[in-house]
């Protein structure tokens, strides 16, 4: 679950290509393989001849693998899925199934996801390919690429939402939880039948001064789920902090905190463009890691609780002693959830 490059990052890119490492060219049987056995010479996911941006991968149960990606088709930038079989076999029709057609000249981030039915839930932000006013849309894709929710299910019902993320709940459904165009944040259930459950165009959390952007949502265990938010203090230039809050299956009930997000960083400022994971930790609550920009730049992660409790010191255990003259960025995490261990990674320069 890394931060998304920009855009412009991705702009040469001319094809979306998988390559599969040479244990599964072992395993998969010669006849049906279509994996390379030359590294140099890749699977072809799309060969559109438009640019593909921005692709995202996850693991159905099954061992298939779906692709995700935002393709530069002349009519605007559209989200495209395709499933792979183990042995790299495309399972849907040509370059992938369209799953939102729109007319964005320029790209944003989206959320996907994949349930325990091995379905695809993508969303993403909707102009209806016209350049109507763009709502916040989450669908649905069935094994075979059929579009489960008809034209996806509209969840935001004022206009100009940006960079959606998404979960599946353990209930079947999914939350979406997207950034507002006051400064706020966003967020909605959509349950197993693609039924909006919470209030309408979803519950608000707003800074008292600032903005919120969505990091990241995660399921929390028990219908519900967690949103991470990198809020800006003040101005462009005042300090980044990190927060989060539970929102309960129900309703979307504020579970932390009484109410307000936790703050689980606060001693410094994260990196401009920086939105960090959740990694859920399998009993309810989260693991997120983070880089400080404010002094000495070192990495930092964090354990909480389904109540809310933070188990390291508050602002997070460094995955190192500072030392002059090095820094460390780009900061990741997971669990082992069988033994409770965290995994750290940073880049050290």
């Not at 412009?8 to 056995?37: E, I, K, N």
């Amino acid at each position: 679950m890394n931060t998304p490059l920009p855009s412009s990052a991705w702009r040469g890119m001319r094809s979306l290509a998988t390559l599969a490492v040479p244990f599964t060219l072992v395993c998969a049987a010669p006849a049906l393989a279509q994996w390379s056995h030359d590294p140099a010479v890749n699977l072809g996911v799309s060969t559109d001849p438009g640019d593909q941006n921005q692709a995202k991968l996850g693991t159905a149960p099954d061992g298939s693998t779906w692709v995700v990606w935002l393709d530069g088709i002349s009519t605007g930038w559209d989200t495209v899925v395709q499933r792979l079989a183990p042995n790299g076999i495309k399972l849907l029709p040509g370059n992938g199934v369209i799953v939102a057609d729109t007319a964005f000249s320029s790209t944003q981030d989206y959320g996907f996801a994949v349930d325990d039915e091995g379905r695809a839930v993508v969303a993403y932000r909707d102009d209806a390919n016209s350049g109507a006013p763009v709502q916040i849309v989450v669908q649905r894709v069935a094994l075979d690429g059929t579009l489960e929710w008809g034209d996806g299910v509209q969840v935001s019902t004022v206009a100009g939402g940006n960079s959606p993320h998404c979960c599946v709940t353990s209930d079947g459904g999914a939350v979406v939880a997207w950034s507002n165009t006051m400064g706020g944040a966003q967020v909605q259930k959509v349950d197993a039948k693609g039924n909006v459950v919470w209030t309408a165009g979803g519950v608000t959390d707003a800074p008292a001064a600032g903005l919120y952007f969505v990091c990241d949502v995660a399921s929390d265990g028990d219908g519900g789920a967690i949103v991470l938010y990198h809020h800006q203090t003040g101005g462009f230039s005042s300090p980044r902090h990190l927060k989060a809050q539970r929102f309960g299956a129900e309703d979307g009930a504020k579970l932390w905190n009484d109410g307000s997000p936790l703050v689980i960083f606060d001693g410094g400022s994260l990196q401009l463009g920086a939105f960090p994971a959740l990694v859920p930790d399998g009993e309810g609550g989260i693991v997120t890691a983070w880089y400080d920009v404010s002094g000495t730049r070192n990495a930092y992660v964090q354990h909480v609780t389904a109540d809310g409790e933070e188990l390291f010191p508050h602002n997070g255990v460094a995955i190192a002693e500072n030392v002059p003259n090095r820094i460390r960025i780009s900061a990741a995490a997971d669990i082992d959830e069988a033994t409770g261990d965290i995994y750290m990674v940073a880049r050290e320069s």
